[in-house]
């Protein structure tokens, strides 16, 4: 295995949002432009059926140097209201990243832990093509994971 392969990041955050309510946010690929700091955007590709293992969805993402890509992931896992997963696939179609949400009972009623996972695949991104900003690119990924889940609780509201 490389240095990159397998490398990942991830966040636990307990939210005051039941836990089916924050499985249709995490689901709603369409709405992560709201609030993503990285994502602008992202929609569910022709054919796809919403969040059902197989469905396939476009995400756009900008980055502080100005780049923008736009990628496609295919969704590896959906069992609501307790995980929904994805790989964003690279221009070859190989896994550039696996991501991941897992959604538990929180300890408290009405909420809901919020663990989010990436797992960096065999393909090419960006963290391979700069393997020297490694730990800051997982860095930026813990945060952007966490603002991104503490701005969907706000959609909740």
């Known amino acids: 295995m490389d240095h990159v392969t397998g490398v990942g990041a991830a966040v636990a955050v307990t939210v005051r949002v039941p836990r089916e309510r924050m499985w249709e946010l995490v689901t709603a690929v369409e709405r992560i432009g709201e609030w993503s ?18 469905a396939r969805f476009t995400a756009h993402n900008r980055f502080p140097n100005g780049l923008r890509t736009t990628v496609t992931c295919v969704v590896t896992e959906a069992e609501r209201p307790r995980v929904f997963g994805w790989n964003v696939l690279d221009p070859t179609g190989d896994v550039g990243s696996a991501w991941r949400y897992e959604l538990l009972p929180g300890e ?8 989010h996972t990436f797992t960096h695949g065999p393909g090419v991104t960006g963290a391979r093509q700069s393997p020297g900003g ?11 994971m966490t603002a991104t889940i503490t701005a969907m609780t706000g959609a909740h509201r």
């Open 37 to 54: 700091p990285e994502a602008w955007g992202g929609a569910w590709c022709a054919g796809a059926d919403g969040p059902v293992p197989g």
């Open 134 to 144: 490694l730990d800051g690119r997982l860095e930026t990924l813990r945060r952007n």
């Open 108 to 115: 408290e009623p009405g909420t809901t832990l919020v663990r």
